[in-house]
């Protein structure tokens, strides 16, 4: 009896894990370094770590990295998921406003140009941002 509670106990967990959604790092792949929708802040970006002071202090506008999007405004976004959809990508984030974090849930697509655009109408407005490449 307890070799088949073992075994049922066994598939139960490989079941579960085949089905349970991936929270690996490299569900942000398509993100391949560092965007800017300003070309000056890729120098900056290049110095300081996401969400941190010394960066949000430092940059003219946003910036999106593998970890979330930070903002010299009061608006930052850490990324929680990503699911490939049939025009780019659905991100989850918990993104903070004013001292506030709330989940949100970002459209993330791809241009030919290597650029990103993300649109989220909560948190940026109906228009999207393009996020240009920063050089590596």
């Known amino acids: 009896m307890c070799v088949h509670k073992s075994l049922a106990l066994t598939l139960g967990v490989i ?11 490299d569900d942000f792949a ?3 370094g560092t965007y800017a929708l300003d070309a000056g802040d890729c120098k900056v970006a290049a110095t300081g770590k996401p969400f941190s002071k010394e960066l949000v202090g430092a ?8 970890a ?3 903002s010299p405004r009061e608006v930052h976004c850490k990324f929680r998921s990503a699911a ?3 025009s780019g990508w659905t991100v989850k984030a918990d993104c903070e406003e004013m001292g506030e974090v709330s ?11 290597g650029s990103l655009a993300v649109v989220s109408e909560d948190i940026y407005g109906p228009d999207p941002q393009v996020f240009k490449p920063c050089p590596k």
């Not at 940059?59 to 593998?66: D, I």
């Not at 989940?103 to 140009?113: I, Q, R, Y």
């Open 15 to 25: 079941i579960s894990a085949m089905f349970a959604p991936a929270y690996a790092a």
């Open 30 to 32: 398509f993100i391949a």
């Open 59 to 66: 940059l003219s506008q946003e910036v999106l990295m593998p």
């Open 84 to 86: 490939k959809t049939e």
């Open 68 to 70: 979330g999007i930070t």
């Open 103 to 113: 989940p949100a849930e970002l459209k993330v697509t791809a241009g030919s140009d």
